[in-house]
């Protein structure tokens, strides 16, 4: 499919407007929040937004080229974790632009309403339709082509347009944790990361700041689920960045609100229509966003399979067109409340775990690995 191929019901809807949006999701509702709130500061926004921009990275991912249409409609944010630096066994086979890895994939939808923000995770493994390269895993897109690859591919796979693309470096999360002060989330699972210098996690709550965070959403060999886990964890990462964000202490304080702009930035690739005012245009819009109208859920899919020595996830068919529906008609509220696509171990796409004992075999013959051959 191409993007000529969308389906007739939607209608583009381009950017213009962007905001950003917690970034690493968290980022970006938290910075349009800040931006809202640092207005009243007078010279002070000029200074943030300025800082912003200065540090900030562009990229050409095949956006800045198309009309102009409809700001005001549902948006969608591809956001890309990319690993530059890496940390043992810790990190992908994928290089890309700069020899960074695609790692984690997340798209933002923002619904025309501006009451919720729905934030869909992908797996890495996911097999996909790469325009030009046939199927692989969702993660080779970038290595292939580049960002433009990276939109056509995720518009290929959900059916819709890809309004503004922000990619972050994982080493932006031992700096954001240590502006906040570090971040407190109830762990699900006690687990241990790293070889020569291990990081523990024990199970129930935990602080993470610094290289300690780092670890904790990088980890995905440590768990039966793998990277259906990491993902998860990530999800509980960003919800505890946005509370840490999202409070009196945080918005009311300029100097730590440019500290966290300030360290952050620099970790950031944007599309290059997505720059300090673009994003501001679109704050306005979201800004009665907290963390609870925030809705995070990873992609349906069927199970793992093999394609020669590498592990993949299939996807789900019948789930696949009721998202693409969903997306198109605005509705992730209705696709959500439908509480029978699941993952390939058979658990809600929206968390938690269904009766299948955690300790089941995983959906292929062996845990995923980070396969040699089709799509690495």
């Not at 972050?168 to 999360?173: K, L, N, R, S, W």
């Not at 704050?283 to 592990?311: C, L, M, Q, Y």
């Amino acid at each position: 499919m191409s993007r000529s191929d969308l389906p007739v019901e939607y209608t583009p809807r381009h950017q213009a407007v962007p905001r950003r949006h917690r970034g690493r999701v968290a980022l970006f509702v938290s910075l349009a929040v800040v931006l809202i709130v640092a207005v009243a500061a007078g010279g002070y926004v000029y200074s943030l937004m300025n800082t912003f921009n200065t540090k900030t990275q562009t990229v050409d991912a095949g956006i800045a080229s198309r009309p102009i249409e409809e700001i005001d409609g549902p948006r969608n944010i591809l956001l890309l974790g990319t690993d530059s630096r890496g940390e043992g066994n810790d990190v992908a086979d994928v290089k890309g632009e700069d020899g960074q890895r695609s790692d984690t994939m997340m798209i933002v939808h923002i619904p025309e309403d501006r009451e919720d923000v729905y934030v869909m995770s992908m797996v890495r493994d996911l097999w996909v339709e790469i325009p030009g390269h046939g199927e692989r895993k969702v993660n080779a897109a970038l290595n292939l082509g580049g960002y433009p690859l990276v939109v056509d591919t995720m518009e290929e796979l959900v059916g819709v347009r890809i309004d503004n693309v922000v990619s972050v470096d994982f080493e932006g999360f031992s700096s954001l944790t240590e502006a906040l002060g570090g971040v407190t989330l109830d762990n699900p699972n006690e687990f241990c990361t790293g070889h020569a210098n291990p990081t523990c996690f024990e199970e129930g709550e935990i602080h993470l700041e610094g290289n300690d965070a780092l670890r904790f959403v990088r980890e995905r060999k440590a768990f039966l689920e793998g990277d259906f886990q990491r993902v998860a964890n990530q999800q509980l990462f960003i919800k505890a960045v946005m509370r840490g964000f999202l409070n009196a202490e945080t918005l009311s304080n300029p100097v730590r609100i440019y500290d966290i702009v300030d360290k952050f930035s620099g970790y950031l690739t944007v599309d290059e229509t997505l720059d300090s005012s673009a994003m501001a245009g679109l704050v306005g819009s979201i800004k009665n966003i907290r963390a609870n109208d925030v809705h995070f859920f990873t992609i349906p899919t069927g199970p793992g399979s093999k394609i020669g020595n590498a592990e993949i996830i299939t996807q789900d068919p019948e789930a696949m067109e009721a998202l693409r529906l969903a997306l198109t008609e605005d509705d992730l509220e209705g696709f959500l409340a439908n509480d029978s696509w699941t993952n390939a171990y058979g658990n809600p796409i929206t968390g938690g775990q269904s009766d299948a004992d955690a300790s089941e075999t995983p959906p292929s013959e062996a845990p995923a690995q980070d396969g040699t051959g089709v799509g690495e």
